[in-house]
């Protein structure tokens, strides 16, 4: 069975690299997005690195249940089912005290990282489940584990994607698929465009390592979790926090 990989979010950072060495590896990607002109460019570079039908862009917010519905019709279309999803699709939103968060950001930093995740399971899973086979990695974060200051948002959705990866292993753990998630320390992409300075500084100050994660270190890690070498872990959260964390 040749594999097929979804990847949210894949139009940059930490999908965009997950694509890239997915693809180095024989992997058909297709690159799910919000926005869809980056992934078509990141599509035509992978196709014009590894072959014309290695890769494939779908335009899909992953907050709303029917575009996902959509992207899974689209990619089975033009690929086949999916025996990979990487979920990486995801916003950091404001900084703020929890007494000063702006609801609305509140319920769309929820919707795309918490919801999103859900989403996206429940729309593969199932599929998944039939064939009896399939790897899953969702992206957390170190915040999921600990909780940032003035990240109330984000820190509450990670947490809530750490949970919903053990119930998804948990439910799934009698078949060949695996659903684990990693939880990163903050490398430098876009998402650092939605924070303050002072934030960016904060999280390098509790990384031992003394740096920012570099996104291919997350899609190596990334990588052997939904390969076939991973025939037993699941429900997992495997650390990317550069000593922050080491639970």
């Known amino acids: 069975m040749d594999d097929i990989a979804i990847v949210t979010g894949g139009a940059q950072g930490i999908g965009a690299s997950v694509a890239t060495t997915l693809a180095q590896r024989g992997v058909r990607v297709a690159l799910w997005d919000v926005e869809r002109t980056l992934a078509e460019t990141k599509v035509t570079e992978l196709n014009d690195t590894h072959g014309d039908d290695r890769a494939f862009a779908v335009e899909a917010d992953v907050a709303n249940w029917e575009s ?18 990487v979920n990486s699709a995801g916003i950091a939103g404001p900084n703020g005290l929890i007494e000063d968060y702006p609801l609305a950001d509140w319920l769309r930093v929820m919707e795309i990282n918490a919801t999103g995740s859900f989403h996206v399971l429940r729309a593969l899973l199932p599929g998944m489940k039939a064939r009896g086979y399939g790897r899953i990695c969702l992206v957390a974060s170190i915040a999921g584990k600990e909780g940032n200051p003035l990240a109330s948002a984000y820190s509450a959705s990670k947490a809530a994607v750490i949970g919903l990866t053990k119930s998804a292993g948990k439910e799934s753990a009698g078949l060949d698929i695996a659903v684990n998630c990693v939880t990163p320390a903050a490398a430098r992409t876009r998402i650092f465009d939605q924070m303050s300075e002072e934030h960016i500084d904060y999280m390098l100050s509790k990384i031992p390592r003394g740096r920012f994660l570099e996104v291919s270190e997350a899609a190596e890690m990334i990588c052997w979790l939904v390969s076939k070498e991973n025939s037993f872990a699941t429900g997992g959260v495997f650390d990317l926090s550069g000593g922050r964390a080491t639970y």
């Not at 992207?71 to 690929?79: D, N, Q, Y």
């Open 68 to 85: 996902v519905v959509a992207a899974r019709g689209a990619t089975e279309e033009a690929l086949g089912p999916a025996t990979i999803l």
